[in-house]
């Protein structure tokens, strides 16, 4: 009987041996280890018809230890046969790294909404609430509320979309300061991004555009405030180190007036054919609201002053990341969209 | 508007350098558009060698040392080495003359465009030599300026003082800038030096006895449209040509001088800033019929005609205003004289008038005739009514000493309406101060105001101000604020931000909304388009949208027929924006935007910010302007399986916009909608409201978008899902109980819809029920014709406890039996 033991064990161990794969190697762990009936792990239910307890001891020993055996052969060649799979597999599974990923897709904004969004953060920082108002508008909060009365040369119908007598397409954002004055009254800090339609349509000039407004209404308001809180905006937007000058002007609705011109984005101020040999860049038309206008808006100027600007979004995102033609905003054309990091860009304003 | 720097030294020093004037004008508010400085680039030439021109009685060659070597651009015109040769027809040069030579690309400052090779004769000849005419330095034109001294190659404008012209922007309520007294003004202000105005008198010596109300009458029949209307007489004229240095200021600005009479007018109009115009007064008689000149201003009746100065027939209408001789328009008023009352060879009588008219009148009248002139511009702009006898006096004395003659005494005018004085106005440094933040006292703010012409009054720290006539356009203490800080230069101003008195901003604005909707769109892959908010009318029959039977705006002036009407709905302009991509060759495009259409008719209730007196009650209301979501996407493939999944990916959009602005689902109701396919499209509803649309365009619509393959759309009202003020958000702890998920599969007819099933669902289940997801649709294979399958992947969970499975199978059982109740579903087991 010893000799069988041995003889199966030795049998175990070569099948052990020639098994290639898992499946082959389960088999063989069945068939000799299998609980109770195994070829090998069978000899412990004759144990008991040994009747010498010294035999029986002896037997049991050898017994176990051949198992013993067995089942260390048997996870040796299973880890051997796995480490085999696993090399084999990664063999397989060779990913080529140097092939460019797939591209992620995800969607881009306008330009122009990029810039409101940029703009409104800025004076969000500063306490500034954005508001909206209607596109179609009246005549009077359009034009009449803030200055200009009817025959005034602004409210040419050449520039103007009407719709009646009374109603037309906004041609600015500066109707909303009136709104915005008659809910909110004094004091009070808005921005009003939005469209704005001029009955014009050439290669500068779109029928329809967006326009952002501020307006800042407190007691002690002074052009220092104004000054200060332009200044903040356009270094913000445009760079720390953009250079700025202001000239006097003339608004309606704006007294005293003043425009803040942005050094020449192409040129730096040297001079060339974008800034028409100037070295300045109109930016943003400003001023300390007119008396009257704060009138209109139910603010009283005796204890009340405040400053305004309105700048035409698209023209600020065309000077922050150098797009050469306004029609490009207007064309939708999806592979404008994505922009390219320029190594020297126009303005210091990273890519969106 | 052109200055002539020569010009506007006649009452100015102005010696600073070009540069430093620029910036003296910039600075304080006058746009310079354009610097010519006249004469760049020609240069001081010594003629070497005349020589005859072969078969020409007058023409000459004449060689010239330009100093130094030959240019390149000029070595093919060398006869002579050294030298370059040019043609010139003027008898008066010879040998070893220093003149003036203008090579090809430059322009003599009283020529129009720039000079090229000429070819006379079978000879080229680059440039010209010029003469004293075309430099603008002389009147002499038959010619060449002989240099008394200059080196040669010496640039001109260093041997000669050339003029300079100034292109400026004058801004609107600055006509008192429209004229070369009124920059000397603001110029000698800004630099500090004095002004010497034109004399405003007729000298004595000019004057005659008798009074001009023995050759003139006035009358105005409207004082609306004309506030005063007045007149001088100057007897004895003889007309000719004006003197050379009045043909010199006209042509610096670009003027061609005619007569005396003529230029002399034109030339107050430039130096005054008021429009003149001169009729012979013995033809304004014969005209008019009466004894003396009958100046009758009114309205013209239809009708009437009047030829002008051009020789062009103008009708008229009852808007324009005229001024009559009798009964006869004998001029458009403001606009253009008459021929049959003009100025001629033979006038020895010259009725001179200066008018203030209604701005406005004048612009309707100058635009219906599309003729736009110096006076029209000017009037336009609304001139001072104390400016007209300045003007009057300042060119009948120089007619009279120019033509001989002698100016009859006295004004005969009219004068209804004079305009309010705008002053005095009370300034104080403090004020002043404040509204600039800066400080500032009241001795530097009356210097600066009086340098530019109002008379001020100091009492301490109290200003009181009186503006000049001429500077309507100042009333109020903020005006004069603005021309003190003009002058005195904003860079005196510090930069400082607003005190933080307004609290931070606690209204709900639209914005945030926008924006996350935008984050949604863009992390879905779509691409953000703008379209212009005014289409064609017949737009939104091809595919409506949500603008299906709501009535669009129409614009009254519109700039074509493609953009008539205001939008009732993004999709047709999205569309064709997603067609011209797709022709451009770019696959799979998925367009979005987010933008108002305009209902006419659907506005409850004024908008907001609305006059509270309401006034606003009285004027048509204003359109509603919904926000809308729309979207397109594009399927290359053209299959049905990608339109279908195109038409998913657009649900998908609008669930997660509705479920992060509502809280909400929205509920897809299938729906036929125009230029919908019928098989694919539903409107949405929230809440019961009907807030979108989505689906497949259908075949014919793809094809009036001239787009291959197919299309998916959708558009979504955010204005009304979006509750105002926007949804609160909280955060809830995660489930701390299992949960049991259980598959329950089901067959139905085959055109039950899901959404009923979900709703039969959620209604049967009790609160253990935390999802139900439709995960699986399948038909064929055994269920046969008219039967699909589906699978329900429910998930149940209790909140306080481990649910067992026989809760969870019995809320199943509940669920099923609903389900074949209401959908007539067979349980699969």
């Not at chain 1, 041996?17 to 088999?27: E, F, I, N, R």
């Not at chain 2, 005349?50 to 070595?75: K, N």
């Not at chain 2, 100034?166 to 070369?180: A, E, G, W, Y």
């Not at chain 2, 759309?713 to 204005?719: A, N, P, Q, S, T």
């Amino acid at each position: 009987m010893t000799a069988d033991v041995h003889r199966v064990a030795a049998e175990a161990l070569e099948a052990i041996t020639a098994a290639q794969d898992p499946a082959a190697l389960d088999a063989v762990r069945t068939r000799y280890l299998g609980r109770g009936d195994g070829e090998l792990t069978g000899y412990r239910r004759g144990l008991g018809k040994i009747t010498d307890p010294d035999a029986r001891r002896q037997m049991g020993q050898m017994v176990n230890e051949l198992v013993e055996r067995v089942t260390d052969a048997l996870d040796e060649r299973q880890r051997t046969i796995e480490r085999a799979a696993r090399a084999r597999s990664i063999e397989a599974e060779t990913l080529d790294l140097t092939r460019p990923a797939p591209p992620l897709r995800r969607g881009r904004l306008s330009p122009v909404t990029l810039a409101a969004r940029e703009i409104r953060r800025i004076f969000g920082q500063l306490g500034f609430e954005t508001v909206e108002g209607p596109e179609v508008e009246y005549d009077r909060y359009n034009f009449t509320l803030v200055n200009q009365p009817p025959g005034h040369p602004a409210r040419d119908s050449q520039d103007t979309f009407y719709i009646d007598d009374s109603r037309l397409l906004r041609t600015h954002t500066s109707p909303v300061q009136i709104r915005s004055m008659l809910i909110r009254g004094a004091p009070q800090r808005v921005i009003v991004p939005g469209k704005t339609y001029r009955r014009d349509h050439d290669a500068t000039h779109m029928p329809m555009f967006h326009q952002v407004e501020a307006l800042c209404i407190d007691e002690g308001i002074a052009v220092s405030d104004l000054k200060g809180t332009l200044e903040f905006f356009a270094r913000s937007f445009f760079g720390a180190n953009s250079a700025l000058q202001w000239r006097p002007h003339h608004f309606p609705f704006t007294e005293p007036s003043l425009e803040l011109e942005l050094a020449c984005v192409v040129c730096r101020g040297s001079g060339c054919s974008v800034c028409k040999y100037s070295g300045w860049l109109e930016l943003l038309g400003s001023g300390m609201v007119h008396p009257q206008v704060l009138r209109n808006g139910g603010v009283d100027p005796d204890r009340y002053s405040g400053f305004a600007f309105g700048m035409g979004i698209e023209r600020a995102a065309m000077l922050a990341w150098g797009i050469p033609d306004m029609r490009l905003l207007y064309d939708n054309d999806v592979r404008f969209l994505v922009p390219e990091a320029a190594s020297e860009g126009p303005a210091e304003r990273p890519a969106p | 508007m052109k200055f002539s720097l020569r010009w506007l030294r006649d009452y100015a020093t102005l010696d600073a350098p070009v540069a430093a004037i620029v910036k003296a004008l910039v600075d304080t508010g006058t746009e310079v558009g354009a610097v010519e400085l006249g004469g760049e680039g020609i240069v001081v030439a010594r003629i070497t060698a005349v020589a005859p021109v072969p078969g020409s009685s007058h023409l000459q060659f004449a060689d010239l040392d330009l100093g130094g070597e030959v240019p390149p651009s000029l070595a093919a015109f060398s006869v002579v080495p050294g030298t370059v040769r040019v043609m010139t027809g003027a008898p008066n040069v010879k040998a070893g003359d220093l003149v003036p030579y203008a090579p090809p690309g430059t322009r003599p400052p009283a020529m129009d465009e720039r000079l090229g090779v000429r070819t006379i004769r079978g000879h080229k000849s680059p440039g010209m030599l010029c003469s004293a005419i075309e430099l603008g330095v002389g009147e002499d034109a038959d010619g060449i300026l002989i240099l008394d001294d200059g080196t040669p190659g010496q640039a001109l404008t260093e041997a000669l003082a050339l003029d300079t012209v100034f292109d400026l922007d004058i801004t609107t309520n600055r006509p008192d800038c429209l004229c070369h007294v009124g920059i000397a003004r603001e110029l000698a202000a800004a630099l500090g030096e004095g002004l010497n105005e034109p004399p405003s008198s007729v000298p004595e010596e000019l004057l005659s006895a008798t009074s001009a109300e023995l050759r003139a009458h006035v009358r105005i029949e409207d004082p609306d449209g004309c506030p005063r209307f007045a007149t001088r007489v100057i007897e004895g004229v003889v007309v000719g040509p004006s003197p050379g240095w009045l043909r010199q200021r006209l042509r610096s600005v670009g003027l061609r001088p005619i007569n005396n009479v003529v230029d002399i007018t034109n030339f107050v109009l430039h130096e005054l800033g008021e429009p003149l115009h001169a009729f012979d007064l013995e033809r304004f008689v014969e005209v008019g019929g009466a004894r003396i000149a009958d100046v009758v201003v009114r309205r013209a009746v239809p009708g009437e005609h009047v030829v002008d100065l051009l020789g062009t027939d103008r009708e008229l209408s009852s808007d324009d205003l005229v001024v009559c001789a009798g009964e006869t328009p004998a001029s458009i008023a403001g606009v253009i004289g008459g021929s049959a009352t003009a100025v001629t060879d033979a006038t020895r009588t010259v009725l001179l008038e200066a008018a203030s008219w209604d701005g406005p009148s004048i612009r309707a009248t100058s635009k219906r005739l599309g003729l736009r002139t110096d006076a029209s511009t000017l009037f336009e702009k609304g001139l001072s009514d104390r400016l007209p006898p300045v003007a009057l006096n300042r060119a009948a004395s120089l007619i009279a000493e120019l033509s001989g003659g002698h100016v009859l005494g006295g004004f005969v005018e009219e004068w209804p309406r004079p305009l309010p004085d705008l002053g005095p106005i009370d300034l104080t440094a403090r004020f002043t101060g404040e509204l600039l933040g800066i400080s500032i006292d009241a001795t530097e703010i009356a210097t600066t105001l009086a340098q530019l012409g109002f008379a001020v009054e100091q009492d301490g720290g109290t200003l009181t101000v009186m503006p000049p006539y001429f500077r309507r356009d100042v009333s109020l203490p903020e005006d004069l604020v603005e021309e003190v800080g003009r002058m005195i230069g904003y860079s005196r101003v510090p930069s400082t931000l607003p005190g933080r008195r307004v609290a931070v901003t606690t209204t709900a604005s639209v914005a945030p909304v926008e924006d996350a909707i935008r984050d949604v769109c863009v992390g879905a892959g779509f691409d953000e388009a703008i379209t212009f908010a005014f289409v064609a009318t017949g737009d939104a029959s091809v595919l409506p949208g949500l603008g299906r039977g709501r009535t669009p705006i129409a614009l009254r002036n519109p700039l074509s027929d493609e953009w008539s009407v205001m939008r009732t709905s993004q999709l047709p302009r999205l569309c064709a924006a997603l067609a011209a991509n797709v022709n451009r060759g770019s696959d799979d495009v998925m367009l979005f935007e987010l933008g108002r259409a305009f209902w006419e008719g659907e506005r409850v209730g004024l908008a907001p910010g609305s006059t509270p007196d309401g006034s606003d009650r009285d004027l048509p209301p204003l359109p509603l302007e919904p926000l809308l979501l729309s979207v397109a996407v594009h399927v290359s493939s053209g299959t049905p399986e990608g339109a279908a999944d195109a038409v998913r990916r657009v649900q998908a959009v609008f669930e997660r916009v509705s479920r992060d602005l509502a809280g909400a689902a929205v509920r897809a109701v299938p729906s036929e909608e125009h230029g919908l396919h019928p098989g694919r499209s539903a409107v949405l509803r929230c809440n019961g409201e009907l807030v979108g649309l989505l689906g497949e365009l259908d075949f014919e619509t793809a094809a009036a978008f001239e787009v291959r393959g197919r299309v998916a759309v959708g558009e979504l009202r955010i204005d009304a899902i979006a509750p105002s003020p926007p949804m609160p958000v909280r955060y809830a702890q995660p489930p701390r109980f299992p949960a049991i998920v259980q598959d329950l599969a089901v067959t139905v007819a085959a055109d039950r819809l899901a959404g009923d099933a979900i709703d039969a669902i959620h209604e049967a289940a009790e609160s253990l029920l935390e999802d139900a997801e439709l995960y699986d649709e399948y038909r064929g294979g055994s269920l046969g014709a008219g039967r699909k399958g589906w699978t329900f992947r429910l998930t149940f969970r209790a909140a306080d406890r481990t649910l067992t499975g026989e809760e969870a199978q019995r809320a199943q059982d509940t669920i099923a039996a609903a389900l074949a109740r209401h959908c007539g579903a067979e349980i699969r087991r």
